[in-house]
């Protein structure tokens, strides 16, 4: 059997999550990334992420009108609509869609991991902050390429754990 088999399984999800991403990644450029539903996810991660790090006693505030957290009255991190989070729940979303597992397996995974990698996300922004605070010189690394690397392979690592105990169920319903 070639790889490129209709039959293959691994083929046909990868096919599958390669239309979800497409599809995603279109109604997230053209609509949602601007959209006030985005700008909600902004303002809640940033205001989950104030209260929690105030607890901290470093004067945060969190300013909704320019979705920027300061610390002592310093701006410390902008939380733009690309960083709040709503482009890994759609990837994940795909792969969980993308998996030949029960629909009810699905519907409470899904929320589930989209939970975890908002309050991952909000440990991402809390570590940023304090980053940029006492340690400013690695803050763009960080921002860019550290931190990716830990919510993806999070995302990676839930989802593996996810699809493997779907196997069984996966196997009866091919």
């Known amino acids: 059997m070639s790889f490129f088999s209709r039959k293959n399984p691994v083929f046909v999800f990868l096919a599958t999550v390669i239309v979800l991403y497409i599809i995603w990644e ?4 053209s609509y949602l990334c601007a959209s006030p539903f985005s700008y909600k996810i902004s303002s809640f991660l940033g205001w989950t992420s104030s209260y929690f790090f105030s607890l901290t006693g470093l004067k945060l505030n969190w300013i909704e009108a320019t979705y920027c957290i300061s610390i002592d009255g310093r701006p410390a991190l902008y939380i733009g ?5 709503l482009a890994f ?4 979303t795909c792969f969980v869609l993308a998996f030949p597992a029960s629909w009810k397996s699905k519907l409470w995974f899904l929320p589930l991991g989209i939970l975890a990698i908002h309050v991952l996300n909000m440990i991402r922004v809390i570590l ?3 980053n940029f605070y006492f340690y400013n010189t690695s803050f763009d690394f960080n921002h860019k390429y550290t931190f990716n690397f830990v919510v993806y392979g999070f995302m990676l690592l839930v989802w593996l754990y996810w699809a493997k105990k779907q196997l069984p169920d996966a196997a009866q319903t091919a």
Request: charge should be neutral; glycine fraction near 12%; include cysteine.
């Open 26 to 29: 279109t109604f997230y450029a």
């Open 81 to 85: 609509n690309s960083c709040n989070g």
């Open 89 to 92: 729940f759609g990837l994940f």
């Open 128 to 130: 940023l902050i304090l």
